[in-house]
């Protein structure tokens, strides 16, 4: 597609369900990026996968969230056992270039909301 | 380490004024510095990058920055103010030492406000 792409774009869920959050990049970016956006907090990193080298998942804040990313192309971001306090905008990005020079392309972000 | 500071959370300016947006940021090696817009309930824009060379960088509609090696900012500028920049605006850094990895480090972002 032209833009990187997220699934689906609103979620809402009950405190205890999992939640799983789909990451489309742009073709041919072997950089993709996850990131959560909360009220008055910026941008906190999750997890990083380049290429096929290991992902740099040392943003992930519990045990409670898992990303994978299948082929190098599509990502998912799981989260188990939602809590309140993941209720956020998760945003994804992709990349096309290693070294960190390339600009990040986001998508428009998956609202998840935990009742 | 690598951290932003955005040491305003709002900016209010009148349309046709300059603005400033400031960001300060603290790197271990050479820092490479990206500026982001987000307009309401869409994801983030690149706006610009200083990776090396000129201090004076120039991007996406109208915009530019500056880097300061000695007060380590890398503030966001433009001449003349429109309605239309009201935005979130996100500086971001990433630290250029071997090794250092390659995610961005997002500052808590600044409300630009654009008045007529």
């Known amino acids: 597609g032209a833009g990187v792409s997220q699934s689906p774009s609103n979620k809402v869920t009950e405190k205890g369900k999992d939640v799983e959050l789909r990451c489309d990049p742009i073709s041919g970016h072997t950089a993709l990026y996850w990131y959560r956006q909360s009220l008055g907090q910026g941008l906190e990193f999750l997890i990083y996968?380049?290429?096929?080298?290991?992902?740099?998942k040392s943003g992930l804040p519990s045990d409670r969230f898992s990303a994978e990313r299948t082929g190098g192309s599509v990502s998912t971001l799981t989260i188990q056992r939602t809590q309140q306090e993941d209720s956020a905008v998760y945003l994804c990005?992709?990349?096309?270039?290693?070294?960190?020079?390339?600009?990040?392309?986001f998508g428009e972000g998956s609202r998840l909301t935990v009742l | 380490a690598q951290s932003v500071a955005q040491p305003e959370d709002q900016v209010k300016v009148a349309e046709g004024n300059p603005l400033t947006v400031k960001c300060t940021y603290s790197?271990?090696?050479?820092?490479?510095l990206f500026w982001y817009v987000q307009y309401p309930n869409r994801g983030l824009q690149f706006l610009l990058k200083y990776i090396t060379g000129d201090n004076l960088v120039k991007g996406s509609y109208g915009f530019e920055a500056e880097f300061n090696k000695s007060q380590t900012s890398f503030h966001l500028k433009k001449p003349s103010a429109l309605v239309s920049d009201s935005a979130l605006y996100f500086c971001?850094?990433?630290?250029?030492?071997?090794?250092?990895?390659?995610?961005?480090?997002f500052g808590t972002g600044t409300q630009l406000k654009v008045e007529l």
């Open positions: 996968f380049q290429g096929n080298s290991a992902p740099d």
């Open positions: 971001a850094v990433r630290d250029g030492i071997t090794g250092g990895g390659n995610k961005l480090t």
């Open positions: 990005a992709s990349s096309s270039l290693t070294g960190g020079f390339g600009e990040l392309f």
């Open positions: 790197v271990s090696g050479n820092p490479y």
